[in-house]
């Protein structure tokens, strides 16, 4: 079997294996993050929840699957290692701003729901105006 096919194989079966790992890390994990972010609403948590997890896939599978041509020929071991050290870091490095983004995205919605639960209600009325005789 050629060694380029070999490295192929390889690099989907570890990028594919990360990405799923990565995937259910951060649904189990984000699931109470979102729980706090909703105000407790745990259904659209979950709804929240399984949509940002297939986003995920989608976008990772798809770089992963594109990422995945090499131009180059691989013709010993060292040409492996050397192909798969490239590809799995260019993928590990997309996984992680992936990650970086959806906690960013995510905590700016849970302050600005702090904020708005903390905010006070407008001051009702100090006092009552009499009527005037001709009213």
């Known amino acids: ?23 259910r890390t951060l649904s189990q994990n984000g699931r109470v993050f979102l729980g706090d972010v909703l105000h407790g609403n745990e259904k659209l948590a979950d709804a929240v929840n399984h ?3 297939v986003g995920f896939y989608l976008v990772n599978l798809g770089f992963v699957a594109l990422y995945l041509q090499d131009d180059t ?11 798969l050290s490239k590809k799995l870091g260019v993928v590990l490095l997309v996984l992680g701003v992936m990650h970086l983004g959806n906690v960013y995205a995510l905590n700016k919605f849970r302050r600005r729901g702090i904020m708005e639960r903390e905010q006070t209600p407008p001051v009702g009325p100090q006092g009552w ?6 009213a």
């Open 1 to 23: 079997m050629d060694l380029t096919v070999v490295s192929y194989v390889v690099y989907l079966v570890i990028s594919v294996a990360l990405t799923i790992w990565v995937a």
């Open 51 to 53: 949509l940002l997890v």
């Open 73 to 83: 020929t691989i013709s010993d071991a060292r040409g492996v290692f050397e192909a």
């Open 129 to 134: 105006v009499a009527p005037t005789a001709g």
